[in-house]
């Protein structure tokens, strides 16, 4: 009968571990992460990194970065109603789930507007990089296209990534 000083030290144990799991979780809850997710909800901070990324990456002059966000600015006014009218086209189109009669032609005619849409905003993507691009001096322009590169390797990264692990077996 002289087992009850173990299992107090068990029971001690067992709470210090506990306490320690919890302090541990709740750091993970609770620690902010050091970069914005990426989400595209981060309330437009993922688009000024990405032109920030571009600013810093050619070292515009003042007056070469004063006309990158100028023109970053209308391309983003141009780019907000088509991208809502994608999202809002897409809902649509899912929205189709619902229905057990939807044809085929129902779901091309509803999938040829998101793509029309989508070819929209590529154009406008493109034209507004042509328009960066004509305000880089001559030295700047090999760097441009390395540049470019890797930030249409990051805009297209998310459907990569996605693709890459979902149709792979």
């Known amino acids: 009968m002289i087992r009850p000083p173990r299992q107090k030290w068990l029971l001690v ?16 809850w609770f620690k902010k992460p050091a970069h914005y997710g990426g989400s595209g909800r981060d309330g437009g901070h993922r688009e000024k990194r990405m032109g920030q ?79 960066v691009r004509a305000i880089c001096r001559p030295d700047q322009l090999q760097k441009f296209d390395t540049v470019i590169k890797e930030i249409v390797n990051r805009m297209t990264m998310f459907r990569r990534k996605l693709g890459d692990s979902t149709f792979k077996k």
Request: aromatic fraction near 10%; glycine fraction near 2%.
């Open 53 to 131: 990324f571009l600013v810093d990456q050619m070292q515009f002059d003042a007056g070469q970065e004063a006309a990158y966000w100028k023109l970053r600015d209308s391309m983003i006014a141009i780019q907000k109603p088509v991208m809502d009218s994608i999202r809002s086209t897409k809902k649509r189109f899912f929205d189709l789930l619902n229905h057990a009669e939807t044809t085929d032609s129902t779901l091309i005619a509803h999938s040829n507007e998101i793509a029309e849409m989508q070819k929209k905003l590529d154009l406008v993507t493109f034209r507004h990089f042509q328009k």
């Open 13 to 28: 144990l067992v709470a210090i571990l506990l306490l320690t799991n919890i302090a541990t979780l709740s750091i993970y």
